[in-house]
């Protein structure tokens, strides 16, 4: 898992931004994809630093 450091709006969904071995990777998930995993959009946009994505489970996760 790695620590979204942030997030951008997109016409379908959101696109997460992370640091991976320093390169910016990034993943897009639809508002169908938050929806189920019950990730709120718009805290996600406010607040990205507290949350982490499993790019290999396509999966945003709430940081404890």
């Known amino acids: 898992m790695h620590d979204i450091i942030s997030s951008r709006k997109m016409e ?3 696109v997460v931004f992370w ?3 320093g390169e ?3 993943e897009s998930f639809n ?3 938050l929806i189920d995993m019950k990730i ?4 996600l946009l406010d607040r990205p ?6 790019k290999a489970a396509h999966k945003i996760v709430v940081k404890k």
């Open 19 to 21: 640091d991976e071995k």
């Open 40 to 43: 709120n959009a718009l805290d």
């Open 24 to 26: 910016k990777k990034n």
């Open 31 to 33: 508002y169908q994809e």
């Open 12 to 14: 379908n969904g959101i």
């Open 49 to 54: 630093k507290s949350y982490k994505v499993d």
